[in-house]
T-cell receptor, first 114, second 112 residues
Framework: AQKVTQAQTEISVVEKEDVTLDCVYETRDTTYYLFWYKQPPSGELVFLIRRNSFDEQNEISGRYSWNFQKSTSSFNFTITASQVVDSAVYFCALSEGRNEKLTFGTGTRLTIIP | EPEVTQTPSHQVTQMGQEVILRCVPISNHLYFYWYRQILGQKVEFLVSFYNNEISEKSEIFDDQFSVERPDGSNFTLKIRSTKLEDSAMYFC??????????FGQGTRLTVV
């Protein structure tokens, strides 16, 4: 069975600090996809990234970067120079196969203090 | 930019009443999903739908729930006899052949 663990329930940092959100996953499949979604206070789910299990290259998009390590089954998310608008709940998710359901972690509530 | 649209944004219903939550997925997508998020908790999978039939459902998706794609564009979730514990945010999502899941903005269901 697939499982996603986000051990950090809440994180608060001062604006402009860097912050890393941890995600550890479990799956028996060799082909799987990992995702990060952002849920701002307005409640919608905003897609941030999808990574397949065969691509371990780290990715950077502006202030966001992701570190995928199969050896530790982790897919961590770093925000550099955090801003108040980054305050949200962030969910890591896993799907087995190309179009299967998403299994979400419990989320990390990130608060950026001005 | 194409988007998934859900209506209504908020629905209040009395316990025991039937509700229908509506979704318009992105037009060329093939896979459709409903998820639920009880306030303050994680997002949980309810059901997936492909080729006009349910492809997978979770334990939450019992006989009180049903899904339909009545006219080729809408995708609905029906709860036959709502319970207090059905109060949650319900998200519809759709995917293309090789894309991420696009989520709607959600319908907040409040059962009183």
């Amino acid at each position: 069975a697939q499982k996603v663990t986000q051990a950090q329930t809440e994180i608060s940092v001062v604006e402009k600090e860097d912050v890393t959100l941890d995600c550890v996953y479990e799956t028996r499949d060799t082909t799987y996809y990992l995702f990060w979604y952002k849920q701002p206070p307005s409640g919608e789910l905003v897609f941030l990234i999808r990574r397949n299990s065969f691509d371990e290259q780290n990715e950077i998009s502006g202030r966001y970067s992701w570190n995928f390590q199969k050896s530790t089954s982790s897919f961590n998310f770093t925000i550099t120079a955090s801003q108040v608008v980054d305050s949200a709940v962030y969910f890591c998710a896993l799907s087995e196969g190309r179009n299967e359901k998403l299994t979400f972690g419990t989320g990390t509530r990130l608060t950026i203090i001005p | 930019e194409p988007e998934v649209t859900q209506t209504p944004s908020h629905q209040v219903t009395q316990m025991g009443q039937e509700v229908i939550l509506r979704c318009v997925p992105i037009s060329n997508h093939l896979y459709f999903y409903w998820y639920r998020q009880i306030l303050g908790q994680k997002v949980e999978f309810l059901v997936s739908f492909y080729n006009n039939e349910i492809s997978e459902k979770s334990e939450i998706f019992d006989d009180q729930f049903s899904v339909e794609r009545p006219d080729g564009s809408n995708f609905t979730l029906k709860i036959r006899s709502t319970k207090l514990e059905d109060s949650a945010m319900y998200f519809c999502a759709s995917r293309g052949l090789d894309t991420e899941a696009f989520f709607g903005q959600g319908t907040r269901l409040t059962v009183v």
